[in-house]
């Protein structure tokens, strides 16, 4: 577990830092002040937390500011942790199995935002949890997408269906169903063109391959994510609503959090939406994809001492 929340402490220094790095007179050893109080409340809009969780925090820590007319760096962040632990409260969704495999993940988003790779480190780590995996490649826009995938799904020793440029994507989905079943797979990842939220005949075709596959296993997909750029920040929020009202998530995962400061904007798409969270990308490598701990991320977001956050910002 040591091992896990450090992930999360590395993949999230950005937003920690940002939070915590810049607000020296938070950190040092005195007691809170105005100043600092209002450096953190600015620090939490800029890492994309969002108006009401923003206000929580900073109205508890001022409450209890003035109940016990003083608080230190480490009590402020033991207060941000107590508000994001409530506020994330059944936020961690699970790749449960269907009631009979394959259990079919569709992976869906707008181009850039990771989705290829996503299915691959998914794909790799539901492998290294013992489940038979197959990955269909229905990106038949972009050329290079079926070659990235060939390319991670060779380095992880995933098996792979693709399929000619231009192909119909809901048929490639439909046979690498039947191919899933046929070789009795646990799982079938279908990664899906990128697409802007508001291109209507992209969405139509997503909606085409949810037809397809309905009616020989109506209730496929069992998964449906929305793979979200981190660093977009709370314009994910808006990307995710789109998604959810045309194609129906049941969660998300957020990508490229290492390399940004905006690690807030989760916490946006739970609260506004109630979706929860499956991944975190922490990271380039396969096994820096991690599965969302609200323990792990809050631990890391609002540490015991926050003054680590200042030596690593």
């Not at 991670?152 to 899933?180: K, N, P, T, Y």
């Amino acid at each position: 577990m040591l091992g896990l929340y450090r992930k999360f402490k590395e993949g999230l220094s950005k937003t920690t830092s940002r939070l915590f790095g810049s607000i020296g007179g938070l950190f040092g050893g005195g007691e809170l002040d105005a100043d600092s109080v209002d450096s953190l409340e600015e620090a939490l809009y800029g890492a994309d937390f969002g108006v009401q969780t923003t206000e929580e925090i900073i109205g508890e820590i001022q409450e209890a500011f003035r109940r016990e007319k003083e608080l230190r760096a480490r009590d402020a962040s033991a207060i941000g942790g107590t508000v994001l632990r409530r506020v994330l409260k059944g936020s961690e969704a699970e790749l449960l199995p269907a009631a009979s495999p394959p259990t079919v993940v569709i992976l869906l988003g707008v181009n850039g935002s990771g989705k290829t790779t996503t299915a691959a480190k998914i794909g790799y780590r539901l492998q290294e949890e013992g489940s038979s995996v197959l990955i269909a490649a229905c990106d038949t826009f972009r050329a290079a997408a079926n070659e990235q995938l060939k390319t991670w799904c060779e380095r992880l020793d995933l098996e792979l269906i693709s399929s000619q440029h231009g192909a119909d994507a809901a048929a490639v989905a439909f046979d690498a169903w039947q191919a899933a079943r046929s070789r009795g797979k646990d799982y079938l990842l279908i990664d899906t063109a990128g697409r802007l939220h508001n291109k209507a005949n992209l969405m139509r075709e997503l909606a085409k391959i949810r037809r397809v596959l309905q009616k020989h296993e109506p209730g496929a997909p069992h998964h449906a994510i929305l793979v979200a750029d981190g660093s977009l920040g709370s314009n994910s929020i808006e990307q995710a609503r789109v998604f959810h009202r045309e194609f129906g998530l049941t969660g998300v995962a957020v990508t490229k959090l290492d390399g940004t400061s905006r690690g807030g904007a989760l916490v946006g798409i739970y609260r506004e939406l109630g979706l929860p969270v499956y991944f975190l990308g922490l990271g380039e490598r396969a096994e820096d994809l991690q599965p969302f701990s609200v323990d792990n991320y809050v631990n890391a977001i609002f540490p015991a001492e926050p003054a680590e956050a200042e030596s690593r910002g």
